[in-house]
């Protein structure tokens, strides 16, 4: 039976080897947890042997505490202060969940859009919203979101691949009228691109994944949920407009329990497809954002056991089966990475595939989502049962001609990432819009 514990007890425990901290009136143990909290270990630190509720609340929905291990939760807090440093309006907390905001004046919604930058009527291109986000985000957000694995060689391919493939126009075609629209696992969006699943939107702007719910309605285009988002999965799908529609993204739990549980709440929420991530057995080793954390050396590494709550690195071919027992939302395994797997997902009957490397920030050294999507588009080409499954591509993806080439190569559609966490940070709801 777990104990009230007196907030003197909880401040004892404030350092990396023996962290405790106040979470909404609980206390956690997240020794164990530092070294693969996604956020890095400094801001969990930053609060040891103390009450993080509100930066906590800032870019974490309340129940995301539900992944942590069973015995992290160590029971209720009595007794003491030692929040006044702590609370939503203070300076110090202002910067740890985010840039400088104000209210948009006139705007009934009360949403918050950045202070200073560029006009968002200047911005021609994805790279330009890249620019105004680092002008307006704060330096920690930036290291998350921009950082990919090792010494990031996968993460520039990704972009500069795509400039590698020339284009071979036709002319004298009549192109009065030209339909972008497209159909993704059979629903409508308005061009072929649906908008990824990011962790933790919050860094980039307060509203997070509900402004993107929001924003991709707007554009007529399909939001995919993260497993960890900023909001909860009732508030993302609150904002949802009724003839919307949102995808589910799932990392895969090693309590198999809770990953049925989060795979039934996503389709009673009413979300209409789910896509598991199968790139991430342990958390990839991102050390631009390690640096701007000051992650120490000896937390940097992960462990099998200790990212095992978040991620399961026993997931196999087997566990499909598992998984269409527990849904009936359409099952389309993201990470993708030779033409080899691809088979064997259309051997197993999945709905469909992403060509995706975690947008470099797994495995430092693959190739580029073109090469492969070019591979698997072979060794898929004559195999019976071969419409039946989708391919979609992601990574590096920043201009139109980008998704033409990958529908020229076979993809259905293309999944867009980072660049609408930079309009998200640079503009809120209007920049991921636009």
Request: net charge neutral; hydrophobic share 40%.
């Amino acid at each position: 039976m777990r104990r009230t514990i007196p907030f003197a007890e909880v401040a004892q425990h404030n350092c990396a080897g023996d962290c405790w901290v106040v979470i909404h009136g609980r206390v956690y143990d997240l020794t164990e947890f530092l070294g693969v909290h996604p956020g890095g270990s400094e801001i969990i630190l930053k609060y040891a042997g103390g009450d993080a509720s509100a930066a906590f609340a800032g870019v974490h929905p309340p129940d995301i505490v539900a992944m942590l291990a069973d015995n992290a939760f160590l029971g209720e807090v009595s007794g003491g202060d030692g929040r006044a440093s702590l609370e939503p309006d203070s300076q110090e907390n202002k910067k740890s969940v985010g840039s400088d905001f104000r209210v948009r004046k006139g705007d009934s919604t009360g949403e918050e859009v950045p202070a200073t930058g560029p006009s968002i009527k200047k911005m021609l291109r994805l790279a330009d919203f890249e620019e105004a986000a680092i002008s307006r985000m704060p330096r920690e957000a930036l290291g998350y979101i921009t950082s990919g694995a090792n010494d990031e060689i996968t993460l520039r391919e990704n972009r500069v691949a795509w400039n590698r493939l020339w284009l071979r126009p036709r002319v004298l075609v009549d192109v009065t009228s030209v339909d972008a629209s497209s159909r993704i696992l059979g629903f409508k969006s308005s061009m072929p691109v649906y908008i990824s699943a990011t962790a933790v939107n919050g860094l980039a702007h307060p509203g997070g994944e509900v402004l993107v719910t929001r924003a991709a309605h707007a554009a007529g285009v399909i939001h995919m949920l993260p497993t960890l988002s900023s909001r909860t999965l009732e508030e993302m799908t609150a904002a949802r407009h009724p003839d919307q529609v949102q995808f589910y993204q799932l990392y895969v739990s090693s309590d198999r329990q809770r990953a049925a549980d989060m795979v039934r709440c996503a389709e009673v929420a009413g979300c209409k497809a789910l896509f598991i991530t199968v790139d991430v057995p342990v958390p990839g080793r991102r050390e631009t954002d390690m640096r701007c954390k000051g992650v120490a050396a000896t937390l940097a590494g992960t462990t099998v056991a200790s990212s095992a709550t978040f991620y399961d690195p026993k997931l196999s071919w087997a566990d499909i089966a598992w998984f269409r027992s527990i849904t009936t939302m359409p099952i389309v395994l993201k990470g993708i990475q030779a033409g080899e797997d691809a088979v064997q997902a259309l051997h197993l009957g999945v709905d469909g595939i992403v060509v995706s490397n975690h947008g470099g920030r797994q495995l430092d050294g693959t190739r580029s989502t073109v090469q492969v999507l070019a591979e698997v588009m072979e060794a898929l080409r004559s195999l019976p049962g071969r419409s039946k499954m989708e391919v979609f591509v992601d990574g590096g993806i920043r201009r139109g001609t980008d998704i033409f080439k990958a529908l020229a190569l076979g993809a259905k559609a293309v999944g867009i990432g980072r660049p609408v966490l930079y309009g998200l940070g640079a503009f809120g709801q209007d920049g991921v819009e636009q």
